[in-house]
């Protein structure tokens, strides 16, 4: 009888052992599917509540460069404002000099105006006249014929002791023409 009944109680604690092994994976899973449920529906609801973030979680290539796309623009926007600040820095540290230079130019203008007495300038010669604008001009021309002159008598002289024969000798001219 001891036998029997010492299978028959570890047929009952297997039977118990069965039993609570399947509550606790039945109690576990309910446990999972419960905070699964949970989780995801307040994840909905956020979802509902928020249309951007729903269109960004259902379109996620769209996003991605959009995403690339606003990092490029705020990189732009942190160089303008590191130039901007560079340029305040450098307008800043530039005004003790400018202010010195517009002082020392305040005060050594007066001592030019004292210090630089004007040289006489020769006196502007008046408008040349019609007149002697001819005069000058027949001047002129009268030194370019004596050049010319001067120029033909060594053409000759050249030619003549080159022995160059040319064969219309009117071609050559005698006088210059006046």
Do not use: C
Not at 37 to 46: E, I, K, L, M, P
Not at 101 to 114: D, E, G, M
Request: hydrophobic fraction near 45%; charged fraction near 15%; glycine fraction near 4%.
């Amino acid at each position: 009888m001891n036998t029997m009944s010492l299978e028959t109680v570890t047929q009952g604690l297997q039977s118990v052992k069965g039993t609570l092994t399947g509550a606790t994976n039945q109690l576990a899973n309910g446990v999972v599917e419960g905070l699964q449920n949970t989780v995801f529906a307040s994840f909905q609801n956020w979802l509902g509540t928020h249309p951007v973030v729903a269109w960004m979680v259902h379109h996620p290539i769209p996003t991605l460069v959009l995403g690339v796309l606003l990092l490029l623009l705020f990189w732009g926007l942190v160089r303008a404002i590191a130039q901007l600040t560079e340029r305040i820095w450098i307008t800043i540290l530039q005004v003790p000099l400018k202010l010195s230079l517009w002082f020392w130019v305040w005060i050594t203008r007066p001592l030019q105006k004292v210090a630089l007495v004007k040289p006489m300038q020769p006196p502007v010669p008046p408008s040349p006249t019609p007149q002697t604008q001819l005069v000058e001009i027949l001047a002129r021309l009268e030194v370019l014929y004596q050049e010319q002159s001067q120029l033909m008598k060594e053409f000759r002289t050249l030619i003549a002791n080159q022995n160059i024969k040319i064969d219309d000798v009117s071609e050559l001219p005698t006088r210059s023409m006046r």
